[in-house]
């Protein structure tokens, strides 16, 4: 695994812990822990899919 991949898991990471820290918060709209999870874990699916870990 080299850095493009392990830079994508931290930021995934970091946005879901930005996330999970405001869940239910005000801001534009509302931070939602639960939508940041599955928006990054789609990305990393759709990557796993198109080959960016093998």
């Known amino acids: 695994m080299g850095w493009p991949q392990i830079t994508i898991i931290v930021l995934g990471a970091m946005s879901v812990g930005l996330h999970l820290a405001k869940d ?4 534009t709209g509302k931070y ?18 198109g080959g960016f870990f093998s």
């Open 24 to 27: 239910g918060q005000p801001r």
């Open 32 to 49: 939602s822990f639960f939508l940041s999870a599955f928006t990054v874990g789609t990305e990393m699916y759709v990557l796993h899919a």
